[in-house]
Nanobody
Framework: VQLQASGGGLVQPGGSLRLSCAAS????????IGWFRQAPGEEREAVSC???????LYTDSVRGRFTISRDNGKNTVYLQMNSLKPEDTAVYYC????????????????????WGQGTLVTVSS
């Protein structure tokens, strides 16, 4: 069971990026997937989550700018990030709670047990 995050890079303020979280070894659409980020010197924070039946959650600072979605055919979850701000700069991680299938709600932070490697997003002019 593995997750691989990709799609990070350098973007100017106001720009957009799409992060991808690809799963291997399990069928991603059965599970809730979360995106987290950690800025330098900061604690990791939850950014967004999509449940197995596509309920979504967003932290206040990204609501209206970020969109989480899944493509079950590609076994991938995406995080579309628009109107990026310098404060969005961080390493972004995707994760899942591999112990529970078909959950209609997002896991609590401590319930995520499988993590992908991070992908760095830098928002700077």
């Amino acid at each position: 069971v593995q997750l691989q995050a990709s799609g990070g890079g350098l973007v100017q303020p106001g720009g957009s990026l799409r992060l991808s979280c690809a799963a291997s070894g399990f069928t991603l659409d059965y599970y809730a997937i979360g995106w987290f980020r950690q800025a330098p010197g900061e604690e990791r924070e939850a950014v967004s989550c999509i449940s197995s039946d596509d309920n979504t959650l967003y932290t206040d600072s990204v609501r209206g700018r970020f969109t989480i979605s899944r493509d079950n055919g590609k076994n991938t979850v995406y995080l579309q990030m628009n109107s990026l701000k310098p404060e969005d700069t961080a390493v972004y991680y995707c994760a899942t709670d591999s112990t529970q299938k078909y959950r209609s709600s997002c896991p609590r932070d401590h319930e995520y047990d499988v993590w992908g490697q991070g992908t760095l997003v830098t928002v700077s002019s």
